[in-house]
């Protein structure tokens, strides 16, 4: 294959890019025109099926400056996957399959959803890890059916991000061999020169963390050293890479190396002499020479001929090691081992009060040897999170003796923003992952970025986030969650469990291990909490569900999580007064958003005023109430019982407002909060 | 004075420490026992008044590994600041003024809130900053009224944090000579071993930021060593410095050196045999030696005389230099200039329609010079946020020559949460400081973390939150905010501002400015508004009011920001159909719920169904309205202006939902929602 070829398969990646820019007169071509030569050289060595874009042994390719994502669209039609050159005229458009950027589940080939800076390089670090546990799990020295690896690009604006800090770090510290990262070192961002708040020395930080550094001073031109550079960093099995490349953004344009050329559309003249200056014609848009085609379908022949030798490997597999191969074979198609639900615990009110943050380790310790995708760690917290079970190893690089690669316990350090962001990048390897990670609820916070994403590109993923409320004590309000429920439960397509007890903590894992679409959060508490009656996984699993049933209410309590016994107790003082108090469990909005109305309607019904209790923000909590009791104002340092008397979540204080509720809407028709105008 | 009169200090601290712990029975007196030494070292040279804690020449502790906070509270009690023994045996008490972390709003002599990991330190570069910034403003050759030094303590913990590397690299980048900060060396994490998740070369990492790294490899024990790093960080002043500070966590407890010291009191036993080995009587709780209290009594008198001298020089100051004395002791007694908010742009609706993030910058560009302690930045979106007047300077190291100290704007690069937790260290610096910073609203949630702290702790900064809808337009649902305002809003004490044009603008802003307690998040269009008719900034200024007033309505329609002139369209629409829509412009829910409820029920009255519009989560909404049309769902990459059309945000969708919520109340008794039982 010659150089020219080459050559003219960069520039056509390049004004396959700025044409799209162009059309869409909106987006990025600046990084395109920098980062093709190496965009080229990764993909023409990748491991990769346009026609299958889930088989497990691809090397994937994450676009951390997801702005660039016209370069990866060019790449993708170039490649022949399911997208053409219509879909690149069509940038950017509504309903496009080329959206502002990288969208994993409506563009074919797109592996992460990429755009918020830092993201894409940290989910790299999970997919790595979870080829690496992948690999350690299931190859076996004769048959190996896992060896792939994951590049990444990433700009300045990724390397300033702290989530990608953390992420890299722990990267480092795993030594993650199989993941290669390129640097576009191109020295601008939107401020203009990098020179204004970006001058650390990066190579000496990434060496810092462990990472095997390699720099390419010629990006722009030097495609030998490009290609060079990935096999050293192959070369290298204990470390990943981070390859600085120093290209010029927006090569070849009239304003190529300024900021001008980061955001906005190249101006007609410009296309023209870059056009012309490459030998293309200045008239034709979307140009693909027939030698460019014939050169990548010649790779694309090559590579499905690989992945034909993989199948054959892996039936080899299946054959030599039925079990295990089964095992893949199960997991790769996205099934959980039969029955495993039969695991989960399940309680009388008989048992004893128990906190959830204990009851979810029992749901862990019950299920761990039944799933062995499930895996996880916490954000520095395990002894506060009760993440780790007993028979966990520490998913390690084995030479550090502390555990080895097979291990599905992940030590992420004091990071929960690389934390959600490394669960998305492990929930994207494919392989039915199921993996989770602990911190407390209040920390989840951190990540709000991570999570956004796993909400968006649809990763069960879940957040086992303990001492959920004021109830944690001592802490204080820098760790008492007030907000933080209102904010995950008003992001689309995030389950947020608060459980009252075992059988709701035992339902919430139910939800989140068979997720294969919406992430989970688990809000678990410090204190004990005893065993409703009542309440089973069944009832639980609906999201919201009568506890204590009473035939024409004055009134019914919603409440979640530790709340929900008290306004057991609360319905019982309300009786001594004559009131008959219903209560409602509602442990996930979000599940019971998904029953029917009729059920709905069932649970908190017109005709009834409805109070809802919860100790922190009542915001949103009108959905489903006429008034609510909560805290709208941050919590105390203190005894978690002193802070809850303090603050009248008491029998007492929930059975005043509730008499007061009932008060208030005497003689006043009352209509369900969930019939609704339209 | 001698050695050992500083290892009797030093050790009171310590059992001062383990006391309260132990008498709270929660806490963590792991790290006061390992830092005491440099905690003794750092205060007996600092420079401060613990009868005036908000002297503006002090120097600055801060604690950024917050569960140490036994420790600071012990100093406070030793140095004589308003904080008494017996305060320290209410350690973590409900109501004590000793919380379980450290709150600047409880604790008289705690600079800033702290616990959240990385948030410390980061606070700690802002201070730093603001000192750098203001004595570039104002000190003179020959008078100086400002030469502070920030120290700050920090853990493994924090330096895992993201938001701590993001803060880290830009205060190396700025050159923050006057920051030191000691790193606590103890290889001890929640998780045991720092080996398991922390094994990158931090010393390293911090050259590569810039910073200026010293060692002092017997922390324990080596005073000498650790007050001589203090002089050599002092020596360097174009650096922050970082000196690694190699500790024993637990020092001379009998499980000293293991995490079993981290989070739990020490026994009985232990703590008897550390008293005895150290001389102190093992019956007797909360000792302090008669000449500690001499000794430090002594350190207190020679500072309460510098405090007496830089008051001596400020009069020099103010008489040499009559009208920069006068603006700073106006901002020293928290008050802006008078009649500033007379520059404050107003509109009529003649003018033309204007982005809000187009306001924006019109408003700062006509109050900057007005208000010389307004400064601000963004991360990395300057073109973007458009939070650069063109008068402004860069605040950069002179030697650059891309600004200077007294520079006004802030480069903050990509770093949203880093740039949050600096806000807070330069609000906390005092003098009046109002400090606003530029993301996407979007990317405010990057920084969770800080925006939290900034309500706990009453940080007045300012969130330039631009690009704060689907109208954005093509960068697509990973930029467009569905659940940001839900979020801010849920937080207490956040003034989350959505003004719907040039009047309004200019009312968040006049609110944020005058604020002394409360962030403010301004969410801003990238699309263009019509100036409305009925709006003003005295209307805005009570954060809703009646902006389309109809005799007897049949509907309401409450909106804010960019879909209240299409409301106003809707209402004119709803006329043609024969209905009466009033229409609500509600730009701000904190400063509308601090006003009185017979004005807020003159807005939102009994007898009328209320629609709320807002282009993302309608989750909250139902506080204020009995019916939500909002977007529960993540949006998508087009044309602003499409977009709208294509979810229905236009006068007609708009106008089609109000119809069906007449037609849904129609017959049925309304109540306001603002009408509550309790």
């Not at 890890?129 to 792939?148: C, E, G, H, P």
């Not at 800090?165 to 401020?191: T, V, Y």
């Not at 190396?257 to 955001?263: D, L, R």
């Not at 490459?278 to 990548?296: M, Q, R, S, T």
């Amino acid at each position: 294959m010659s150089q020219d070829l080459d050559q003219l398969t960069i520039n056509t990646i390049r004004l396959l890019s700025v044409d799209a820019v162009a059309a869409a007169n909106s987006g990025h071509p600046g990084a395109p025109l920098g980062l093709a030569p190496a965009a080229h050289a990764v993909w023409k060595q990748m491991k990769f099926n346009p026609r299958d874009t889930k088989w497990i042994n691809r090397d994937r390719f994450i676009l951390s400056n997801g702005h660039a994502c016209a370069l990866l669209y060019s790449l993708l039609v170039l490649y022949g996957y399911d997208l053409e050159v219509e879909d690149l005229k069509q940038f950017r458009q509504l309903n496009s399959k080329t959206p502002g950027h990288p969208e994993a589940l409506d563009v074919p080939g797109v592996e992460v959803t990429t755009g918020p800076l830092g993201q894409g390089i940290s989910n790299a670090v999970g997919l790595a890890l979870a080829q690496t546990q992948f690999a350690a799990t299931y190859n076996k020295s004769d048959v190996q059916i896992s060896n792939s690896y994951t590049y990444s690009f990433l700009g300045d604006g990724c390397l300033m991000e702290g989530v990608a800090s953390e992420a890299s770090s722990l990267a480092g510290h795993l030594q993650l061999g199989n993941l290669i990262a390129f640097w576009d070192d191109n020295r601008i961002s939107i401020d203009g020169s990098t020179e204004v708040a970006f001058t650390e020395n990066v190579v000496e930080r990434y060496k810092a963390y462990g990472w095997h550094v390699l720099e390419v001073p010629h990006g722009d031109t030097d495609l030998e050293g490009i290609a060079n550079a990935i096999e050293e960093a192959k070369k290298v099995t204990d470390k990943p890479t981070l390859i600085r490349l120093t290209t010029t953004i927006g090569f070849g344009s009239l304003a190529q190396g300024t900021h001008g050329v980061h955001g906005s559309p190249l101006k007609a003249d410009d296309i023209k002499q870059l056009k012309e200056k490459w030998g293309f014609n200045p008239e034709e848009n979307f140009a693909i020479p027939a030698e460019v085609k014939n050169y990548l379908s010649e790779i694309v022949k090559k590579n499905q001929e690989g992945h034909e030798e993989w199948k054959k490997t892996f039936d080899q597999y299946k054959q030599k090691y039925p079990e295990l191969g089964a095992e893949v074979q199960r997991r790769l198609d996205g099934k959980l081992p039969e029955g495993w639900e039969k695991n989960l615990p399940t309680y009388t009110p008989q048992d004893k009060a128990v906190a959830t943050r204990k009851l979810s380790e029992i749901v862990l310790q019950s299920v761990y040897d039944a799933v062995p995708e499930l895996i996880g760690g916490s954000a520095d917290l395990t002894p506060s999170n009760l993440t780790r079970t007993t028979s966990a190893v520490d998913f390690q690089p084995p030479s550090t003796g502390l555990g080895d690669y097979s291990g599905r316990y992940i030590r992420y350090g004091v990071r929960e923003h690389g934390m959600g962001a490394i669960m998305n990048g492990i929930a994207a390897f494919g392989a039915n992952y199921k993996n989770y990670g602990g911190t407390f609820l209040n920390f989840v916070s951190y990540a709000a970025g991570a999570v956004r994403l796993s909400a968006l590109s649809h990763h069960p993923v879940t957040w086992v986030a303990t001492h959920d409320s004021i109830g944690l004590g001592e802490d204080g309000p820098t760790h008492q969650p007030i907000e933080t429920l209102a904010h995950f439960r008003a992001i689309p397509n995030v389950s947020v469990w608060r459980p009252a007890d075992g059988n709701e903590t035992s339902a919430a894992y139910k939800s989140a291990i068979s997720s294969t679409s919406t992430p989970h959060i688990i809000a678990l508490t410090r204190q004990n909490l005893p065993q409703l009656e009542g309440s089973s996984i069944e009832n639980a699993s609906k999201g919201g569900y009568t506890l204590v049933k009473q035939d024409n209410p004055d009134v019914i309590i919603v409440a979640s999580g530790s709340e929900v016994s008290i306004a057991v107790d609360a319905s019982k003082k309300l009786a001594e007064e004559g009131f008959k108090a219903g209560v409602v469990s509602l442990p996930d909005f979000f599940t019971f958003d998904n029953q029917s109305q009729s059920y709905r309607l069932s649970v908190l019904p017109d005709g009834v005023p409805i109070i809802s209790v919860e100790v922190m923000s009542t915001f949103g909590w009108s959905k489903y109430s006429h008034e609510q009791f909560g805290l709208n104002r941050f919590g105390a340092s203190g005894k978690g019982p002193e802070l809850y008397k303090f603050f009248e979540f008491t029998p007492e204080g929930i059975a005043d407002r509730a008499a007061k509720t009932i008060q208030f809407y005497k003689g006043k028709p009352v209509l369900s909060p969930l019939n609704r105008a339209f």
